[in-house]
């Protein structure tokens, strides 16, 4: 095992600027999300770390190396790609075996990790099979087990679980943490499903447009955004933005309705605002709290009720544990947590700290 650092790294396709001062501390044993809209940069920094792309400026350590210059079968990396990649002329054994083969491994050295990855798997009774008579959890499943089986230093993960459906992700996105835990192989993952990094990472890197946003732990991005784009980025339903004014130690919305001020926000009286709730830190008012609002959609999911609302020219969804009732054209007052609410700039999208 060995900790990934990423410092300046740079990429240009021609003219074009892909990755622009990326800076990344992976530690040892540690599961790290690359995360980010299409074309931030994510799965082109992977592959600077892989060596399948080269880099253009700055520096890529693994472990004590620097690898820049090094070719990929000397990196010491396994990477799962989005597509399996398997060869379909081979059974599922020797798949797995094959990059063994290439290192000249003995048979018996073979055998002994391709057996302890099948087991590992679940992939045991599926060895003399070919890729075109597995599903596509299968297939995901020899791929992770081809990587596996080299014992290498790094495990990467391009958007390994983007072509399953919804409920074998789910499936799959367990098994691959429960793998991570038992190996303790530092782990790189990119995705641009953010409840996949919520769920799996260790630590979140979000990426827009070649940059890094923010990194750390999931709950510090998903509880101290700093900015509007990571608030918007994580947490599933999207935080609610409100645009509005500070006047008098509150925030005036769109059509004069006043909201607290959020606790750990502090900003100018006549500060140009964006009030930032998620939807499950709404509650329903009574008397004249909060901020009366349309009913639009409700859509119960079973566990939760998703309420979407609009007033004056903005929009709001809430999530309620409880069933509610609600009709189209009902009219609501909703009221903001202001404790775990949030304050950003409405010039400079940062957020604003108490």
């Known amino acids: ?6 410092r300046q790294a740079q990429k240009y ?3 074009t600027h892909i990755i622009k001062g990326v800076s990344v501390e992976i530690s040892d044993g540690e599961f790290c999300v690359l995360v980010g809209p299409s074309g931030c940069g994510k799965s082109t920094l992977l592959r600077m770390i892989a060596g399948l792309e080269e880099i253009s400026g700055g520096e890529i350590r693994i472990g004590a190396k620097v690898v820049n210059n090094m070719p990929p079968k000397e990196r010491d990396i ?4 989005q597509n399996y990649a398997l060869y379909p002329h081979m059974t599922v054994r020797d798949n797995m075996a094959f990059s063994l083969m290439l290192a000249k491994k003995d048979r018996a050295t073979i055998e002994d990790r391709v057996g302890r990855a099948a087991e590992i798997l679940g ?3 599926l060895l003399d099979r070919y890729p075109r008579q597995l599903s596509g959890g299968q297939r995901q499943r020899v791929a992770m087990g081809r990587a596996i089986v080299r014992d290498p230093q790094v495990f990467l993960f391009d958007e390994p679980l983007s072509n399953l459906d919804a409920k074998l992700r789910v499936a799959m996105r367990t098994e691959i943490k ?3 835990q ?3 192989t530092t782990s790189i993952y990119v995705t641009h499903d953010q409840i996949e990094a919520m769920t799996m990472a260790d630590k979140i890197v979000v990426m827009r447009d070649g940059i890094v946003e923010q990194s750390g732990s999931p709950l510090e991005l998903y509880d101290c955004p700093v900015n509007q784009f990571v608030a918007g980025f994580i947490g599933s339903p999207a935080m609610n933005f409100l645009p509005g004014i500070v006047n008098g130690g509150r925030v005036e919305l769109e059509g004069g309705a ?3 001020m959020p606790t750990n926000a502090s900003a100018s009286n006549g500060q140009k605002v964006v009030y930032g709730t998620r939807p499950e830190h709404i509650e329903l008012a009574s008397g004249n709290e909060g901020v009366a609002t349309e009913v639009v959609v409700v859509e119960p999911t079973g566990a939760d009720t998703l309420v979407f609302t609009k007033f004056a020219s903005m929009e709001m969804t809430s999530v309620f544990r409880e069933r509610h009732d ?3 054209g009902a009219s609501i007052r909703l009221k903001p947590d202001s404790a775990r609410a949030h304050l950003f700039d409405a010039a400079t999208s940062a957020r604003l700290a108490a």
């Open 123 to 125: 992939l045991k009774s």
């Open 13 to 15: 396709f021609g003219q």
């Open 258 to 260: 006043m909201l607290p």
């Open 326 to 328: 609600f009709k189209p």
């Open 178 to 180: 429960e793998l991570h």
């Open 1 to 6: 095992m060995a900790s990934v650092t990423i």
């Open 78 to 81: 396994a990477m799962v790609f």
């Open 182 to 184: 038992r190996l303790k």
